[in-house]
């Protein structure tokens, strides 16, 4: 038999199976199949750690919020947030849904081209456009959501020269009841800041304001907010109307709906607390169907919505690398992924469970990934199974943002594999290796050899 190894005892208060206020933890449930394939197998073929993507679950979120906005409002776009996840083949099958293409930087928007997006379904965002990325946007008549007065200045110059009229228009700031305020972006509703850049746009009649847009922030818990924001964009729309009879054919209401994630601190997990798409759509709808435009002038409704959509579509597959005691008695987990590659870590408890079944013992434990820094903490405590060397366990809803934000710090990064409808597995993005990290170093002649000359 083999000698088992050693592990120094401690002393600890047994509270197995004891119930919280909400009945027994079910958190740590097995999870040993996506989609019908098996986690094991993932592993086996692709490695440890990897990120597993469900179309079938991106394209069942896509519907429902669609029908949840359109059984209430007759003129609805939803726009793909390219930075929430901008690999190609996830962005293509909201693509093949329906969606267009919301993009916040040039390389964003220069994915969207690749993929197909005419440039007139694309939406460009975000406060650094170059004098290039706004021609480039004003030749493809693309939708320039204008950030701040020096951007207005420059759009109406480039303009005049192309002899053109872009189709514009403007990120508007406000207070809808949810501190601090976003104000960094766009022009400030409250202090008459957005009045001042609509009048400019209009009298100058060198841009084609067509639109109005906000994003009030994000994981907005509050659908009472997104009603105001909707008042406060039909109120300029109306006004607009009254003062310039110019009709405003579009109100963006951005993103910022909530994804299943639990906020770190939260006494519930998520998955409790926060309202359903539907809610969020009955906020929007009804405010605007009650503002007061005429019927056949309702204006266009753009959603460009990103974690909600995906980050339950999104999975972390990884294994233990080792156990550990704590020199305070706390057990301790290390495992193969860490912030490097869930930076969603630093503000959520991410929900993890076994992938393969375990008895009814548990311990709370402090999950590490393997990083050499001290800050790589992917749970603080989580209630788990003992976990041996090797076992695997499943991240969830880590669809959004964790790839986009990941670093290659330390690690490289892992395969991206997508499960299609029909169980059928893809590589969508390769690991990085050496080669893909050192493809654009550059060695001086004199730095060519460790040999001095
Ligand atoms: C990030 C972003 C979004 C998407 O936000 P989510 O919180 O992922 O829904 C939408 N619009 C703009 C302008 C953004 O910057």
Known sequence: MEKLKYERPIIKSLNTGLMNKFGTKTEYNALTHIDGVAVRDIIKDYGSPTFVYSEKKIRDNYQDAKRAFETRYPKVQFAWSYKTCYLNAVCNIYHQEGSWAEVVSRFEYDKAINNGVPGNKIIFNGPEKTED?????????????IDHFDELYLLTRIA???KKKPRVAIRVNMDTGIYPIWDRFGFNYESGQAWEAITKIIISDKLNLVGLHCHIGTYM?????????????SDLALGIKQKFNKRIEYLDLGGGFPSKNTLKGSYQVAADYIPEISEFADAICNTLLNMGFPYDELPFLYLETGRALIDDAGFL???????????????????DFGVNLM????????????????????????????????IDVVREN??????????QVVVH??????????????????????IDTRGQTHVIKSSDDLAILEQNEKKPAHLQSIENE
């Open 343 to 374: 930076f969603t870590s630093f503000w959520y408890d991410h929900k993890i469970t076994p992938a393969q079944p375990f008895g009814y013992h548990t311990e709370d434990t402090v999950l590490y990934g393997p990083l050499c820094m001290n």
């Open 133 to 145: 990325d706004l021609t480039t946007a004003v030749k493809n008549d693309s939708l320039i959501h």
């Open 397 to 418: 809803y880590v669809g959004a943002y964790c790839i986009t934000q990941s670093m290659q710090f330390i690690a490289l990064r892992p395969n991206v594999v997508l």
């Open 382 to 391: 989580i209630n788990l199974p003992p976990l041996n060397k090797s076992d």
């Open 317 to 335: 597959l990884g294994s233990v690398i080792a156990n550990k005691r704590l020199s305070d008695g706390r057990k301790a987990t290390i495992m």
């Open 221 to 233: 818990l509050s659908t009472n907010a997104y009603a105001i924001a909707a008042s406060k964009l």
């Open 160 to 162: 005049e020269n192309l």
